[in-house]
T-cell receptor, first 107, second 113 residues
């Protein structure tokens, strides 16, 4: 079973920040938090990952709580093309994806 | 270089037939994963290969499913005596090392009539 819990779905207004939460209360000290997204029937696309520190790249920011038991993926200015299923994964070798969060960006 | 490729992109077969799905990982990637995704569902882990280690087969749903990875590169997922519930998109991914970023192929859409 996946080690993460995410809301089933979320809506966000176009141009606003989308904040996607993930709980991973059983995370161990050397496990990374990874985020992927899947648009329609395409293969999942890597977004970002982190261990302890907050991370930012051209796609998103990742905020990890100090106790590492939860994290938030932030899409700073969501566009309609960001509508997708977003998966939060905690892993070294555990390859199991949960159901993810279906983000719908609305005009 | 080239990404992960899979073939065929679509496969339609009759119930009871065997099918083989192929995955070409990114060159040099030691880890290779197979998943399947039924319509409207999340990703279901099937099997994981890492180097020369014994594969993690814990996700295979039945003994009709098997996979090989020859020479540490190309992998073939075989489904014997296909059933209608096997209809899904089968996705392959590879990563340079276990736990590293996975790169996914475009998938094979299997339809069992």
């Amino acid at each position: 079973d996946a080690k993460t819990t995410q809301p089933t779905s979320m809506d966000c207004a176009e141009g606003r920040a989308a904040n996607l939460p993930c709980n991973h209360s059983t995370i161990s000290g050397n496990e990374y938090v990874y985020w992927y997204r899947q648009i329609h029937s395409q293969g999942p696309q890597y977004i970002i990952h982190g261990l302890k520190n907050n991370e930012t790249n051209e796609m998103a920011s990742l905020i990890i709580t100090e106790d590492r038991k939860s994290s938030t993926l932030i899409l700073p200015h969501a566009t309609l093309r960001d509508s997708a299923v977003y998966y939060c994964i905690v892993r070294i070798n555990d390859m199991r994806f949960g159901a993810g969060t279906r983000l719908t960006v609305k005009p | 270089g080239a990404g992960v490729s899979q073939s065929p992109s679509n496969k339609v077969t009759e119930k009871g037939k065997d099918v083989e799905l192929r995955c070409d990982p990114i060159s040099g990637h030691t880890a290779l994963y197979w998943y399947r995704q039924s319509l409207g569902q999340g990703l279901e882990f099937l099997i994981y290969f890492q180097g020369n280690s014994a594969p993690d087969k814990s996700g295979l749903p039945s003994d009709r499913f098997s996979a090989e990875r020859t020479g540490g590169s190309v992998s073939t997922l075989t489904i014997q005596r296909t059933q209608q519930e096997d209809s899904a998109v089968y996705l392959c991914a590879s990563s340079s090392l276990p736990g590293d970023t996975q790169y996914f192929g475009p998938g094979t859409r299997l339809t069992v009539l």
